[in-house]
């Protein structure tokens, strides 16, 4: 969200957990028509913390993707190569010396990589005016565009991006292969808002090419037009939990929509949304009630990659069927409705997942519609 805030460009999550193999030519076809591509790694360079590599260097290594390695400084000085020197593979291409407090401090801790024919690239000095709120593990999604640009303005002006021009062009081979589905004709609805925000570009991809999308904001009470399937995505509805329920409208428009068999994919903040009620701090809040339990907010969050398999039929998978996915929360959801999912890894709902009923589809587990939403366009019948 932050890269495409900064660059106007779409950002995409590039996983194989999630994606399988596709997520090369999910590279391929992203690259084609652009002169660079610029990829963030995830945590440190070599963290995976799952049954497979994960790690950033994994897909720097499988891609031949050269890497810009930032070294925060702040708390040292000459011992910073020593720290970063397991980081030096021969795909790295230089350092970003990153919070030195002085040029002194700057000239210490840069010295030792220059020594040994290391590039520094860029070198940001400490500046609190240039930091930016974290909230969840992550940073904050709901800062003003013009102030992240400003951000971006200013740190862009400590870095030489020379290096640019020695990069090596880079073939990501991956076979094209036809979606074999066009344009559908469905209509899609998907939620997007500050409270409804975390979806994978590659997921409204998938839907705008096979449809009509159109966004709409619970938050605002708006109401989609005429959909065939509604979309509501991760987020943050405990910090807008008093205006949601204020917002009868849409509560009471996705509650019908559910009952007369309309489908529903929720994740996450979307899987609290339809829940009947939202327990935060000391106030509890009215929901949509598509389904009777609840969900209560917890100070630790269950985060991590998840694998399941389905215990019945849906709309989106088949029994039996083994699912990838990812699942960040901090919410407890106590709900008895029908579970079709089973947390071979990950916690989910007491290790189960998957809310069902009418049609409708509640988890905690966030999905690549890229990979699974086939489904949708072959099981749903435009209106």
Not at 79 to 98: P, Q
Not at 242 to 261: H, Q
Not at 294 to 316: C, H, Q, W
Request: aromatic share 12%; with cysteine; proline share 3%.
């Amino acid at each position: 969200m932050l890269h495409s805030a900064v660059t106007g460009v779409p950002g995409n999550n590039l996983d194989r957990w999630i994606q399988g193999r596709a997520y090369r030519r999910l590279l391929a076809s992203l690259a084609e028509k652009y002169d660079y591509a610029v990829l963030e790694g995830v945590m440190g360079l070599f963290d995976s913390g799952s049954p497979k590599d994960l790690s950033s260097y994994y897909y720097f290594n499988a891609l031949g993707i050269p890497y810009i390695l930032v070294v925060n400084v702040a708390k040292l000085a000459e011992s910073a190569y020593y720290v970063a020197k397991g980081f030096l593979t021969k795909l790295c291409k230089g350092v970003i010396i990153n919070d030195y407090y002085s040029e002194r401090h700057l000239e210490m801790a840069s010295s030792p990589f220059r020594q040994r024919g290391i590039r520094i690239v860029g070198a940001v000095p400490h500046d609190d005016s240039i930091s930016l709120e974290e909230r969840h593990l992550g940073l904050r999604t709901d800062l003003d565009p013009s102030r992240i640009n400003e951000i971006a303005s200013r740190v862009s002006s400590h870095i030489d991006f020379s290096f640019i021009d020695n990069l090596p062009e880079i073939n990501i081979s991956a076979a094209t292969q036809s979606s074999g589905y066009g344009m559908s004709g469905l209509r899609f609805a998907v939620a997007l808002d500050s409270a409804f925000n975390f979806y994978y570009s590659s997921s409204l991809r998938f839907m705008e090419l096979r449809g009509k999308v159109e966004y709409f904001s619970p938050l605002n009470g708006e109401i989609p037009e005429d959909p065939d399937f509604i979309y509501i995505g991760g987020g943050y509805p405990e910090l807008f939990a008093e205006k949601l329920s204020r917002v009868s409208a849409t509560r009471d428009y996705i509650k019908n929509f559910s009952l007369a068999g309309g489908v529903i994919l929720s994740e996450c903040g979307g899987l609290m949304y339809l829940e009947d009620k939202l327990f935060a701090g000391d106030r509890v809040f009215n929901m949509c009630g598509v389904f009777d339990g609840k969900t209560l907010m917890k100070e630790k969050p269950v985060i991590g990659y998840t694998k399941l398999r389905a215990m019945s039929d849906t709309f989106l998978f088949r029994k039996n069927e083994t699912l990838y996915g990812h699942e960040f929360h901090y919410s407890l959801a106590e709900d008895s409705a029908l579970k079709v999912l089973n947390n071979e890894i990950g916690r989910g709902i007491d290790g189960t997942d998957g809310l069902y009923k009418d049609n409708t589809l509640a988890t905690y587990s966030h999905f690549d519609l890229s990979r699974y939403g086939k489904r949708i366009v072959r099981n749903i019948k435009p209106s």
